[in-house]
């Protein structure tokens, strides 16, 4: 009789089907901008959007985005907000204006964590999560918690945001996040009576940052008064036919783009159900139902921790190697504890698809 293993977070089949990260390496590049008009986007096109606003840094995003109806929280649940019918949760309903940014941190993160397990979203094919800027541990409690299946980095043409954006890139990576893409906001603009292309801010650099990392630039949104008008009154562009926006024209191919891309990821590759018919073996489910059996010390021989890393010659892995406990990370990989003790190492799917070939 297989085991059921204990697995960390909720089985998969539940809670939204794509959550996306949207990051930046620092403020001001519009990251809010473009989760908002994104999430605008989708949701024009008949998609079901939420959005997680951890971003406690620049609170503005409730600004952008006025409720219809507060957040109301049931015993442990938290029932997200509706804004102009997009789901959204934010910090901003939670915390006093006028608490310091220090402060707010530690108080943030525990936050944080509830909306990564305790917020009822209901049916969403989207959820954006606007994260905040940087790479503290606001960053890592939402890389490893939140079901990512990718992150968009956001970035201006300059080359300050784009070292910054390659840093946060680097944090993804060590956690095994993918990259989905890069958007360079404020590419140009569009001169409104000569028609002319100026580049205010420089050209090319999220172009370039998306060359050199070798992941598709999903976009390249142009400097548009109205979006930055709209953002301030907290009005949609969307449903408004005679306002004639480039900002609103790129954002709607950034929603296709990434509508295509996230088609493209398949879920028959997402994992559906994790057994232990015997110590010394896992069973994987897939989604597509196919079942694979690895031998946990076959699995062991290839922990891609820094730890077994370095020790990778010389490790000698007990064939009786078993596990005490599997944990999800993200919906990319798999976390093992091994009764050798290690714990460390990230098995994204990718590699427990490659290994079951061996
Ligand atoms: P972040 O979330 O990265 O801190 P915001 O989205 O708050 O940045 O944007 C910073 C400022 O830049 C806001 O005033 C916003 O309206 C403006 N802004 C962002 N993107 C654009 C754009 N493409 N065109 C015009 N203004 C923009």
């Known amino acids: 009789m297989p085991l059921p293993l204990h697995r960390s977070s909720a089985p998969q089949s539940t809670g939204p089907t794509h959550v996306i990260a949207i990051a930046a390496g620092k403020g001001g590049v519009g990251k809010s901008t473009v989760t908002v008009n994104l999430a605008r986007a989708l949701t024009e096109a008949n998609y079901r959007v939420g959005i997680l606003d951890a971003d406690i840094y620049g609170p503005s995003l409730r600004r952008m985005l006025p409720e219809q109806q507060l957040p109301v929280q049931k015993g442990p649940t938290i029932i997200p907000a509706v804004c102009q019918g997009i789901k959204v949760i ?61 992150a968009v980095m956001v970035t201006t043409p300059q080359q300050v945001a784009v070292m910054d954006v390659r840093k946060a890139m680097h944090l993804f990576s060590q956690v095994n996040v993918p990259i989905l893409g890069i958007v360079e906001n404020m590419s140009y603009y569009i001169h409104e009576k000569s028609g002319e292309v100026l580049h205010l801010f420089g050209s090319d650099g999220g172009k370039l940052l998306a060359e050199e990392a070798g992941v598709p630039l999903l976009g390249q949104i142009p400097v548009d008064p109205l979006l ?10 969307f449903n408004q036919a005679e306002i004639k926006s480039p900002g609103v024209a790129a954002f709607r191919a950034l929603a296709r783009d990434i509508i295509q891309r996230m088609a493209g990821l398949q879920s028959e590759n997402l994992i559906k159900r994790l057994t232990q018919p015997d110590p010394m073996h896992l069973d994987i489910e897939w989604n597509d139902r196919s079942v694979h059996r690895y031998r946990l010390s076959d699995l062991q021989k290839n922990c891609p921790c820094a730890g077994c890393g370095e020790k990778k010659t010389t490790l000698r892995v007990d064939d009786a190697v078993s596990c005490t406990q599997v944990a999800d990370i993200g919906r990319y990989a798999l976390r093992i504890q091994f009764t050798s003790g290690c714990s460390q190492g990230i098995y994204t799917y990718a590699m427990l698809k490659q290994l079951r070939h061996h």
């Not at 930055?228 to 562009?237: I, K, P």
Request: hydrophobic share 40%.
């Open 90 to 150: 934010s910090m901003a309903y939670f915390r006093q204006e006028g608490i310091a940014t220090a402060v707010r941190a530690p108080i943030a993160n525990s936050l944080i964590t509830q909306f990564c397990d305790q917020v009822e979203w209901g049916l969403l094919d989207y959820l954006l999560i606007d994260f905040p800027p940087g790479t503290g541990d606001i960053q890592l409690t939402l890389s490893q918690r939140a079901k990512l299946r990718g």
């Open 228 to 237: 930055s008008c709209s953002g301030d009154e907290g009005v949609s562009l």
